[in-house]
């Protein structure tokens, strides 16, 4: 790997990333340009309660489409933005925009939802981060119960006492915590012992085939179960198919995402969404 002089980052190229070191570098100049010029956006994806079809969250996704490369996927910015030290802004801007959104939906008279947001393993480890959400959830005036952060179970590996203090200050606080892309990572078990979560998020790829594969199934039942003997929600992620939905209804799953009932979309079509479903009171 590659050190880039002067930052405290590292910044590492693998020959998997597939582009070379320069474009690399370029694109951490555009990605700092569209931070400062507020070229992202938010896209919003539906979580749905498994038993009663009603939205009961949503999960805000970053996109950036790029003037004229086009629609730069997350999988492509994120690691950079990790790798280069921009992601502590980056998250900041995707928590406040979406403490924001969510503020502004329910004043507006929608039922209040709880909003996930996406956080990196460094975020954890920042010594301020606990007090940085506090700050912005005064600042947009959302109440702690509407924000929930998901962690990638990859990312909580380093650094665990600072990580589980800090899980522990935001819990105190009143926001909630899941673990993404749970099956993905390593330890498991462990997190499930030692973390203070609230969700758990089984990974997409156990999901897809759970009616074609009987050794997914498997996975997912003994998931969900897991979950459930610890006192924790199971969301299914990368709900395709109504045949799927059906198996999650009999395996006692509670919540789901996925392109069937809706993909990740802007904030206005997420309200359409929200006004089909819901009664403005
Ligand atoms: P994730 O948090 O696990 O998000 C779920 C991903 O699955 C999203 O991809 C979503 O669009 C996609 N998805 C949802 N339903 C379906 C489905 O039915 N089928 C399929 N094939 N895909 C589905 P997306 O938006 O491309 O994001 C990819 C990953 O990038 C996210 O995975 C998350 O880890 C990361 N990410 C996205 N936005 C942010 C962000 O603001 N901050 C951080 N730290 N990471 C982010
Ligand atoms: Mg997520
Ligand atoms: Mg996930
Ligand atoms: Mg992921």
């Not at 038993?51 to 996927?73: C, D, V, Y």
């Amino acid at each position: 790997y590659c050190k880039v002089n002067g930052r405290n980052n590292k910044l590492f190229y693998s020959p998997k990333m597939n582009q070379s070191y320069n474009d690399l570098i370029l694109l951490e100049g555009e990605l700092r340009k569209a931070l400062a010029n507020n070229d992202l956006a938010l896209y919003y994806q539906p979580k749905v309660d498994v038993k009663s079809g009603q939205i009961i969250g949503m999960e805000a996704l970053t996109r950036w489409f790029h003037n004229e490369k086009g629609f730069i996927p997350p999988t492509r910015f994120i690691p950079l933005a990790e790798e280069t030290g921009i992601i502590s802004q980056l998250s900041e801007w995707v928590i406040r925009e979406a403490c924001e959104q969510n503020v502004s939906w329910i004043k507006k008279g929608f039922k209040p939802l709880q909003i996930a947001v996406n956080i990196s393993a460094s975020d954890l480890q920042r010594v301020n981060f606990a007090r940085t959400i506090n700050q912005i959830l005064q600042e947009t005036g959302l109440p702690a119960a509407y924000l929930e952060l998901e962690i990638t179970e990859n990312s909580v590996m380093q650094n665990t006492e600072d990580c589980i203090q800090t899980m522990n200050d935001l819990r105190e606080m009143g926001v909630s915590l899941s673990i993404d892309d749970f099956g993905t990572g390593y330890s498991s078990f462990w997190y499930l012992r030692k973390f203070p979560i609230n969700h758990l998020k089984i990974d997409q790829s156990f999901v897809r085939d759970v009616t074609t594969e009987s050794g997914n199934a498997k996975i997912v039942k003994a998931m969900i179960q897991l979950a459930h003997t610890f006192g924790l929600k199971v969301v299914a992620e990368g709900v395709e198919e109504p045949e799927i939905l059906q198996f999650l209804t009999e395996e006692n799953c509670d919540y789901y995402q996925g392109y069937y009932f809706s993909r990740p979309t802007t904030s206005d079509n997420f309200e359409k969404l929200l006004e089909m479903t819901q009664t403005i009171e």
